[in-house]
T-cell receptor
Framework: DADVTQTPRNRITKTGKRIMLECSQT?????MYWYRQDPGLGLRLIYY???????NKGEISDGYSVSRQAQAKFSLSLESAIPNQTALYFC?????????????FGPGTRLTVL | GIQVEQSPPDLILQEGANSTLRCNFS?????LQWFHQNPWGQLINLFY???GTKQNGRLSATTVATERYSLLYISSSQTTDSGVYFC????????FGTGTSLTVIP
């Protein structure tokens, strides 16, 4: 089984709808991240969490919110989706221990907002 | 934040050729990762290489942290090597380069 899972893998929604993307991990890592990737571009950080009680905004947090329900679960919400939020969304994890700079990614969620 | 630059931005190779991808970063770091994003969008860990040299099959990587760069070598390239290669460093949060898009032609 995959260490970092994301649901759903694909989602098509309409402008104005609320959407939640979920991420779960079995790696036992304390740090989790949400990124978005637009076609032909690199990854941009939306939010990150260093533990259950720690939430931090990334480069592009406007229009998004997150919830860290448990060490293993980190969800991303779009309160009112808009077309320019159409993108590929990745969840990632890392550990604050010895290999602190090593990240592991989920398979991604392709979100289309019509 | 730290600046991460990759070169070349695009690369087209004939199958069997070798290539070198470069990642420069603007400040000293003690960690660096290389990823391969395949044509299906998956991000695959290649190397966690804060310093020194590592090899994994046809791929190898070298990081010279004191000179703020890392190199990814691909030898005897195959069509399955196509995709985008990213490097990333951690300084508070992770910073990614803009990637090198590699196309390997049969």
């Amino acid at each position: 089984d995959a260490d970092v899972t994301q649901t759903p893998r694909n989602r098509i929604t309409k402008t104005g709808k609320r959407i939640m993307l979920e991420c779960s991990q079995t790696k036992g890592h304390d740090r989790m991240y949400w990124y978005r990737q637009d076609p032909g571009l690199g990854l941009r950080l939306i939010y990150y969490s260093f533990d259950v009680k720690d939430i931090n905004k990334g480069e592009i947090s406007d229009g998004y919110s997150v919830s860290r329900q448990a060490q293993a679960k980190f969800s991303l919400s779009l309160e009112s989706a808009i077309p320019n939020q159409t993108a590929l969304y990745f969840c990632a994890t890392s550990d604050s221990g010895l290999r602190i700079g090593e990240q592991f990614f989920g398979p991604g969620t392709r979100l289309t907002v019509l | 934040g730290i600046q991460v630059e990759q070169s070349p931005p695009d690369l087209i190779l004939q199958e069997g050729a070798n290539s070198t991808l470069r990642c420069n970063f603007s400040d000293s770091v003690n960690n660096l990762q290389w990823f391969h994003q395949n044509p299906w969008g998956q991000l695959i860990n290649l190397f966690y290489i804060p310093s020194g040299t590592k090899q994994n099959g046809r791929l190898s990587a070298t990081t010279v942290a004191t000179e703020r760069y890392s190199l990814l070598y691909i030898s005897s390239s195959q069509t399955t090597d196509s995709g985008v290669y990213f490097c990333a460093v951690l300084e508070g949060q992770f910073y990614f380069g803009t990637g090198t898009s590699l196309t390997v032609i049969p």
